[in-house]
């Protein structure tokens, strides 16, 4: 807000008495130090003449003459007549700068004319832009703005404007007049050109954000569509207002400026209605979305046509087309305010680009040049639609969020639920089916002979049900396990570990430090890291099993938290002969799981001591 006000202090208008005098006296004025005056009012207009600067000297007097504004002749209004765009005319004013004759240095600006002219001082020709001519046929338009710098000794100036129109929908001159040392005259444009530049930023910033946001998320096209939008915003703003395109390429004819932000608006109104569409997704308004449609398809043809319509056809849809646009969204907002996440800052942001667009459009129908404003209506739009969508991409990305979470928990308590029939069916009829088997079999054995008992090797089948009873024991004990380690990991492991060491009669030693158990006491196993944490407890479970066949005596695990990565350490005595023990230990498994952690693997053997080190990041 403080940044898009700098230009409105940045020159000062003329006193009251002088506004509608054509002969000022500005004698008084310190240049060094003054604003820019703006001199817009008061100027001698003379329809269908082409005056010369010899033509005003010595006094010379037309008649009544009218003294107006530094308007189009389009807007003036008399009790007796009305002008029309197409003709020429010639504006007049003089002005004293200073008390005594020395030398001074001037500076003028104005903004584009409609649309050649010729500009006189003292009676000197300062500047022609196109062609003015009284022949229409001969005229040729340059409209760009003006910036003329000269010297004087003289007391007055004596300023003649001769401009001429052929084509566009308005004729004469527009905005200010301004006159200021060059110094203050350059001040003033820098101010107009901060503006510029920082809503520049500002929108490009947003562009990069949204597409950013799209990458990320190819689903939401809403923003794909809404930094098209921002895009060509972009693209107008080096045209409004201080023209600041002139400082990168060359000025182009006003035709060409004029057909390229013609078709930039078409695109501006086609995405528009895309990112309304794809932001609202309960209902498509396809006759809405059609009307776009067609009006950019036949807007595409509107260059063709002579240009006097052209120019009338291009405002014509830009002003349909911008109305439809508000009072649609505005629809939209209004029928999904329930749903609509960002309501307000939504609402804001229409309501700014609505304000500024129709005080810019009017502006410049006027006469009254409103790029400045057009430029700040951009801003305002792009801060609270951005804030708007922020709001909305949270939104869905929490819902989407809860709708996976809410997705995961079912599917785990339907697993759980799965697991536990599994267990219970398999305890309950395998189980007991092997268990009556078990006591059937030592019934026989303590009745039979050890004839009947070696022909049907009755003892090896006896041991053999014996085994299987006690797998499947292990097999629901494990089971067990691995639902533990999903409520405490630690304890899990722990769990596993013991029971795979007593079943062997091995003695086991579990160390985890402090920070180890700190850390898995303050995250929880859900979602995606299901897989990593099955991960380690696989990895750890065959470094069990490769210590239970290859290891004897007491196994030794220290497990370590730091920095970000875990340290698993675990050493026990071998039970191979030395030249075997490099070649059988099968690491093999433990190798490809810890790869998949991104971890690292050492093995040192010295004598009968093995001691292996694992280190995988979190």
């Known amino acids: 807000m403080i940044i898009t006000t700098i230009p409105v202090n940045c020159y000062q208008r003329l006193a009251e008495k002088y506004q509608n005098y054509a002969y000022i006296d500005l004698s008084e004025t310190n240049w060094e130090t003054a604003l820019p005056i703006n001199l817009s009012s008061g100027w001698e ?27 189009p002749w389009t807007n003036l209004s008399f009790p007796d007549r009305k002008f029309p765009a197409k003709g020429y005319a010639t504006y007049h004013k003089k002005i004293k700068v200073q008390k005594s004759f020395k030398v001074k240095q001037f500076s003028i600006y104005f903004m584009h004319l409609f649309s050649s002219s010729k500009v006189y001082i003292n009676g000197e020709l300062i500047q022609e832009k196109g062609k003015v001519s009284a022949q229409l046929s001969e005229i040729i338009p340059d409209r760009t703005n003006s910036t003329i710098e000269f010297l004087t000794d003289q007391l007055d ?28 005259m350059h001040l003033y444009k820098s101010k107009n050109l901060i503006v510029e530049i920082f809503v520049f930023g500002l929108i490009f910033g947003s562009v990069l954000y949204h597409l950013s946001f799209y990458f990320i998320n ?31 390429i060359p000025i182009q004819s006003f035709e060409i400026q004029s057909i390229w932000l ?18 609202f997704k309960s209902k498509q308004y396809k006759y809405v979305k059609n009307f776009f449609y067609v009006g950019a ?121 799965q697991r536990a029939e599994m267990q219970l069916m398999v305890h309950d009829q395998l189980g007991a089916n092997l268990t009556d088997l078990k006591v059937y079999l030592e019934r026989k054995l303590a009745n039979v002979s050890d004839s009947v008992k070696y022909t049907f090797d009755l003892d090896h089948i006896y041991d053999r049900v014996v085994s299987i009873i006690q797998s499947l024991r292990n097999q629901l004990l494990y089971i067990e396990d691995q639902n533990l380690i999903f409520e405490n990991f630690v304890t899990g492991l722990h769990l596993t570990l013991l029971r795979r060491y007593s079943d062997v009669g091995r003695e086991f030693e579990f ?3 402090n920070d180890f158990l700190n850390y898995f006491s303050e995250i929880k196993i859900i979602g995606k890291n299901q897989s990593y944490f099955l991960n380690i407890f696989y990895m750890l ?78």
């Open 262 to 279: 013609h078709y930039v608006n078409i695109f501006s109104f086609v995405f528009s209605i895309l990112f309304l569409s794809e932001l």
């Open 297 to 417: 398809i036949l807007a595409l043809y509107f260059p063709f046509v002579p240009k006097t319509f052209q120019y009338y056809l291009n405002f014509l849809y830009l002003v349909v087309y911008l109305v439809m646009f508000l009072a649609f969204s505005c629809f939209l907002l209004y029928k999904h305010k329930k749903e609509a996440q960002g309501l307000y800052s939504m609402a804001i942001a229409l309501f700014s680009l609505a304000l500024f667009c129709t005080l810019s459009i009017s502006l410049n129908f006027y006469g009254v040049h409103g790029g400045l404003y057009l430029i700040i209506g951009y801003l305002f739009y792009v801060i609270f639609q951005t804030v708007s969508l922020s709001k909305f991409f949270a939104y869905a990305i929490e819902s989407r969020a809860n709708i996976e979470m809410a997705l995961y928990e079912e599917s785990l308590h339907a697993l759980s639920k």
């Open 511 to 513: 160390l985890p430090s």
């Open 45 to 71: 207009f003379y329809w269908n003449q082409l005056l010369d600067p010899k033509d005003f000297l010595n006094n010379s007097t037309f008649g009544d003459v009218p003294v107006v504004e530094f308007r």
């Open 218 to 248: 190819r689903e939401q096209r809403a923003f794909l569509y809404f930094s098209i939008v921002c895009i060509t915003f972009l693209i107008r703003i080096p045209f409004l207002n201080s023209k600041s395109h002139s400082y990168f």
């Open 157 to 184: 100036l004596d300023i003649v404007i001769q401009i001429a129109n052929q084509d566009f929908y308005q004729g004469g001159p527009r905005g200010e007049f301004l006159i200021a040392s060059p110094s203050r």
């Open 541 to 618: 479970y065959e470094v069990c099993t490769n210590d239970i066949k290859y290891g004897r005596g007491e196994s030794v695990w220290e497990l370590d938290y730091e920095n970000g990565s875990f340290c698993i350490d675990q050493r026990n005595l071998l039970n191979l002969p030395l030249e075997k023990q490099k070649s059988n230990l099968e690491l093999k498994s433990i190798k490809q799981r810890l790869s998949q952690l991104n971890g690292k693997l050492e093995v040192r053997i010295l004598d009968e001591s093995y001691k292996l080190k694992i280190q995988f990041p979190t």
